[in-house]
């Protein structure tokens, strides 16, 4: 007979709540695509991906190293960062007043509400904030929120993704630049 969740241990609620978000990110489809990911004859050159181990922003700053990062992210069913990131980011950047409300609402539900299919991992006092600044919109509403997410992942998954096999095969694959080839010319001596 069920005695309902109620009985459950709070352990096992925990448990639940997680695998319900990672199948809610699974059966998702994100806003953003992977595609770009599927680099095909167009691959990062050896420098662009050791320019990737200089810093975080480099990384995300080239579109192969983004897709790079966000595919490690997917394996480690962390993907939700980069996604908050970028919604964060596109919402900032919004110039319409009156679109702000409905993508608040929805970078909210998806990503920071108590029910949210693709949770990122904030404090309950950044979660306040966050959620307070849902009653007076405006542009910098998700700051501390995107700051905490940035900050999760330049220390922590930026780190795991440079020491990755992928990462690592990614360097082994890439043929230098043409430039970086090329030989300087000898002069002939006469």
């Not at 050896?46 to 966000?70: I, M, N």
């Not at 539900?109 to 904030?129: K, L, M, Q, V, W």
């Amino acid at each position: 007979m069920c005695k309902g969740l109620a009985s459950l241990p709070a352990c096992c609620l925990e448990r639940a709540k997680e695998l319900k978000a990672r199948l809610g990110s699974i059966l998702q489809k994100p806003d953003w695509s992977l595609s770009c990911c599927k680099i095909g004859k167009n691959k990062p050159t050896l420098e662009e991906c050791l320019r990737w181990k200089e810093s975080f922003e480099k990384l995300l700053s080239s579109k192969y190293g983004l897709c790079a990062f966000t595919t490690f992210l997917v394996s480690e069913f962390s993907e939700e960062n980069i996604a908050f990131y970028f919604a964060c980011e596109d919402y900032r950047n919004t110039k319409s007043l009156a679109k702000l409300p409905a993508k608040a609402q929805k970078i909210y539900d998806e990503f920071i509400g108590s029910d949210a299919p693709r949770e990122i991992n904030i404090d309950h006092e950044t979660r306040d904030i966050t959620k307070a600044n849902m009653l007076a919109l405006s542009p910098s509403c998700f700051d501390q929120a995107q700051h905490k997410i940035y900050m999760l992942m330049a220390k922590d998954c930026y780190p795991r993704f440079l020491r990755s096999p992928a990462y690592r095969d990614l360097v082994c694959q890439a043929k230098p630049s043409a430039k970086a080839t090329k030989q300087p010319r000898q002069e002939k001596k006469v």
